[in-house]
């Protein structure tokens, strides 16, 4: 049943790689249960009922793309658009928490027009192949960015800017965990991700209690091998339905409600393209499959975002990790999706797998994708200058709506000057103009 439902036999792939693709798309971002509460009730959401939001919103979002859109993309709380919505909008600009969601959930109803009427394609056709090649690089280096922050390998340096962490017994247990990882993928065993993740996990059991070390920490730096008490809590509803819908219509909201509509837009858009170029889900036209049916559950999923009390969701670039498994098909995302459910009540099991678990998975799902660097030729600067900037950016701006904008403003710039302009499409010129204006909102 599920092969006719999924054609898992034309896509090349069977019911058990699909499964153990979903398990570890769902493992390499089920950090999100507990970052996005975290962040969110810095603005004063509840933490158990952002809680709650997280894992609804990942669930009807993630099993709406497998089953509606049949792309093995995991739909969660995006991360960057939650921080936006606290430190930018509640405690920048002190906007109450529920006039904040009344903009999200706006931003999606806009999103959504966006999406039906198919404005996406007009984008897309306006991004030249090598810079669609170079922003799945971009987001391949920042997921790697990712897992080494996430190691506590890659930390800040006042005088560097980064550097390179002490080698605590918890640094040491994921180099181990690399290590293993690496073998595993380069034997090209099944499942290796998933094997790696669980080996780490053991591995890393004896860092609290031998050693006291409580620098396993989740991306916001809350530890999860430490203080773990319990395995279930009740789901808190607290959140649900908190939104003011009339007061973030004021006029005084409209640049926010635009930055939100911006942000999940191109972030969705170059999540699609990035990692549906890097797993070569493509269409007959060289097209990310089914994209359109895919921004459409994009967009229902940030609108729904917000009446359940949650910053908006969105395409996860994680999700390479089950497509770099073999996950071809839908079915990837309802397997990731099914699993967030238990969370409504086991979320203290999280704890069990440390951010040092998931972070050598996270690296090789860096290496998976670079593989379209090859295709970028670096010897016709006018397209190599804007990829390598877009590529480069991604990661060092820690966002890929801020590569891929200043991917679009070199790209622009570097073919006017050189008398290219033709090159340009009408699109791209919008693109130019709105990412400028984007800049100065930022």
């Given at each position: 049943?599920?092969?006719?439902?999924?054609?898992?036999?034309?896509?090349?792939?069977?019911?058990?790689?699909?499964?153990?693709?979903?398990?570890?798309?769902?493992?390499?971002?089920?950090?999100?249960?507990?970052?996005?509460?975290?962040?969110?009730?810095?603005?004063?959401?509840?933490?158990?009922?952002?809680?709650?939001?997280?894992?609804?919103?990942?669930?009807?979002?993630?099993?709406?793309?497998?089953?509606?859109?049949?792309?093995?993309?995991?739909?969660?709380?995006?991360?960057?658009i939650n921080a936006?919505?606290?430190?930018?909008?509640?405690?920048?600009?002190?906007?109450?928490?529920?006039?904040?969601?009344?903009?999200?959930?706006?931003?999606?109803?806009?999103?959504?027009?966006?999406?039906?009427?198919?404005?996406?394609?007009?984008?897309?056709?306006?991004?030249?192949?090598?810079?669609?090649?170079?922003?799945?690089?971009?987001?391949?280096?920042?997921?790697?960015?990712?897992?080494?922050?996430?190691?506590?390998?890659?930390?800040?340096?006042?005088?560097?800017?980064?550097?390179?962490?002490?080698?605590?017994?918890?640094?040491?247990t994921f180099l181990?965990?690399?290590?293993?990882?690496?073998?595993?993928?380069?034997?090209?065993?099944?499942?290796?991700?998933?094997?790696?993740?669980?080996?780490?996990?053991?591995?890393?059991?004896?860092?609290?209690?031998?050693?006291?070390?409580?620098?396993?920490?989740?991306?916001?730096?809350?530890?999860?091998?430490?203080?773990?008490?319990?395995?279930?809590?009740?789901?808190?509803?607290?959140?649900?339905?908190?939104?003011?819908?009339?007061?973030?219509?004021?006029?005084?909201?409209?640049?926010?409600?635009?930055?939100?509509?911006?942000?999940?837009?191109?972030?969705?858009?170059?999540?699609?393209?990035?990692?549906?170029?890097?797993?070569?889900?493509?269409?007959?036209?060289?097209?990310?499959?089914?994209?359109?049916?895919?921004?459409?559950?994009?967009?229902?999923?940030?609108?729904?975002?917000?009446?359940?009390?949650?910053?908006?969701?969105?395409?996860?670039?994680?999700?390479a990790a089950g497509?770099?498994?073999?996950?071809?098909?839908?079915?990837?995302?309802?397997?990731?999706?099914?699993?967030?459910?238990?969370?409504?009540?086991?979320?203290?099991?999280?704890?069990?797998?440390?951010?040092?678990?998931?972070?050598?998975?996270?690296?090789?799902?860096?290496?998976?994708?670079?593989?379209?660097?090859?295709?970028?030729?670096?010897?016709?600067?006018?397209?190599?200058?804007?990829?390598?900037?877009?590529?480069?950016?991604?990661?060092?701006?820690?966002?890929?709506?801020?590569?891929?904008?200043?991917?679009?403003?070199?790209?622009?710039?570097?073919?006017?000057?050189?008398?290219?302009?033709?090159?340009?499409?009408?699109?791209?010129?919008?693109?130019?103009?709105?990412?400028?204006?984007?800049?100065?909102?930022?």
């Open positions: 049943m599920l092969e006719k439902m999924f054609s898992l036999r034309s896509l090349g792939t069977t019911v058990k790689t699909e499964v153990l693709a979903g398990i570890a798309t769902f493992l390499a971002a089920m950090y999100i249960i507990v970052v996005n509460p975290s962040i969110l009730s810095s603005a004063g959401v509840p933490f158990a009922g952002a809680l709650t939001a997280t894992v609804l919103i990942s669930f009807f979002g993630s099993v709406m793309m497998g089953l509606y859109a049949r792309n093995p993309i995991l739909v969660a709380p995006g991360m960057g936006l919505f606290t430190y930018t909008m509640v405690l920048g600009a002190g906007i109450e928490w529920q006039t904040a969601l009344g903009c999200v959930f706006w931003s999606g109803v806009l999103f959504g027009l966006l999406a039906l009427f198919n404005v996406r394609r007009y984008v897309v056709d306006a991004i030249p192949a090598t810079l669609r090649h170079a922003i799945a690089c971009g987001i391949g280096l920042f997921i790697t960015v990712i897992g080494l922050v996430n190691a506590g390998m890659l930390v800040s340096n006042p005088a560097t800017v980064v550097g390179l962490g002490e080698m605590t017994p918890t640094l040491v181990i965990g690399l290590g293993i990882t690496a073998v595993l993928v380069a034997r090209r065993i099944q499942g290796a991700l998933i094997l790696g993740i669980v080996i780490t996990t053991v591995l890393a059991i004896p860092i609290g209690r031998l050693w006291g070390d409580a620098s396993a920490m989740s991306p916001t730096g809350t530890p999860t091998l430490v203080n773990f008490q319990g395995i279930f809590a009740w789901p808190d509803f607290g959140a649900l339905w908190q939104v003011d819908f009339v007061g973030a219509l004021s006029v005084a909201y409209w640049p926010f409600i635009f930055v939100i509509l911006f942000t999940t837009f191109f972030d969705a858009m170059s999540t699609f393209i990035g990692v549906c170029q890097a797993g070569n889900l493509l269409d007959e036209d060289g097209e990310p499959r089914n994209i359109r049916r895919s921004m459409m559950v994009d967009a229902f999923s940030a609108l729904i975002s917000a009446p359940l009390g949650t910053s908006p969701a969105n395409a996860y670039v994680e999700s497509i770099s498994q073999g996950g071809r098909s839908g079915l990837v995302a309802v397997v990731a999706g099914l699993l967030f459910l238990p969370f409504l009540f086991l979320s203290p099991l999280l704890a069990l797998v440390p951010a040092i678990a998931t972070a050598p998975a996270l690296i090789m799902v860096g290496v998976f994708m670079l593989s379209p660097i090859r295709t970028i030729d670096w010897q016709q600067y006018d397209d190599a200058i804007p990829a390598f900037v877009a590529m480069m950016l991604i990661p060092l701006t820690y966002s890929i709506t801020h590569g891929v904008v200043f991917g679009f403003l070199t790209f622009v710039a570097v073919k006017v000057g050189v008398g290219k302009s033709k090159e340009v499409r009408p699109a791209m010129w919008a693109l130019f103009f709105l990412s400028i204006l984007m800049l100065f909102e930022g």
